[in-house]
């Protein structure tokens, strides 16, 4: 068997397989080499963009019927979509695994919850959602969604903009609110395609802006690692004098022992230890491996790879998880999930996790 440095060489298909090893469920085992191809097939070879710089993208606005692009504004914000000192932001984090089966109910079933989640929150709080591993069929199905669009803003209503024409991140901004930039870094360091999503949105009480990143950090262990060249490149970015504040969220894949110093090596807070989170309480903090297959639950155990972090000018004041228990609807899609390995239908492996931050 290949020793670390060599496992790291390998191509991100025949890591995942060598890490991962046997499911002891060829059905789930032929899915992730499935997955795993397509991801690799189609990665795109030509792209607009330079890696490590921003590129900008628009956002979209749901009006008349239809998603229209919006150029975001640094000047002459509209009043109406700043936040002010009195406003909260939710923001939610979730990681919809890309690979299992029926990625449409189980978006639906993620949606319904999220729905659930973000209609009890105060008037003056507005909903954010980041979510990764979304499919191109995932982008159809928000942008169809009515609560999606009586809600939100999108980033995204095609792959255009992924390094990967398969698997993203996305993010939901409430329509109460608008944008002064949209913009992705597409990481260098990356074999997996992955990259940081950024908004800034206009405050009204002053004129630097709130930044807000959704990000998905390098997948398994490397060599060298990748994940800290990643996040380090984010937070240059969320330091940036320009702005009032930054936050990051998202599945950063905290799986080794150098992952839990990241966040203060790069100068940010981390929002579950801010509210009195312990790296050690895995029944209070972890958020994979609950709802993952028996066998990989069994030999990786649990982890807690999502996380917010942020600077600046926010206070946090409300970290839980969300997300346990959410299965797809449907039976006959349940049992499937289940004959795959996993205790119940569960709509992904992870719990997404939600922050509630005030302006300071």
Known sequence: ????????????????????????????????????????????????????????????????????????????????????PSDKLALYTWNIDFMLPHPNSRMRAALHHLETLCTAQPPNTHPVIF????????????????????????TDLTPASWASAHYGTTTLLSNRLSASASFRIHYSNSRMQRDVLVLDIPLSATTKPLRLCNTHLESLPAFPPLRPQQLALCAQHMHNPALHASVLAGDLNAIQSFDQHLPSA???????????????????????????????????????MDKVLFCGGVV???????????????????EEIVGLGFGK??????????????LG
């Open 1 to 84: 068997m290949p020793g670390l440095f060599e496992t790291a060489l390998l191509a991100p298909l025949q890591r995942v397989l060598y890490f991962w090893g046997p499911s002891r469920k060829p059905e789930m085992d032929e899915l992730v080499k499935q997955s795993i191809a397509t991801v690799e097939q189609r990665k795109k070879t030509a792209v607009p963009w330079t890696l490590d710089e921003p590129y900008d993208q628009p956002y979209y606005r749901f009006e008349n019927g239809k998603w229209e692009a919006t150029t975001p504004k640094t000047e002459h914000a509209d009043p109406a979509g700043t936040l002010k």
């Open 131 to 154: 979510l990764q591993e979304c499919l191109a069929t995932d982008l159809t199905l928000l942008a169809s969604s009515p609560w999606i669009q009586q809600t939100f803003h999108l």
């Open 266 to 304: 790069n100068g940010l807070k981390d929002a579950y230890l801010e509210l009195g989170g312990s790296e050690d309480d895995a029944e209070a903090g972890h958020t994979w491996g609950q709802q993952a297959s028996t066998v990989l639950r069994e030999r990786f155990g649990t982890s807690r």
């Open 316 to 334: 946090c004041e409300g970290f839980e998880r969300f997300g346990g228990g959410v299965e797809v609807e449907d039976q006959r899609e349940r």
């Open 345 to 358: 239908g569960w709509i992904t492996d992870h719990l997404g996790v939600k922050a509630v931050f005030g």
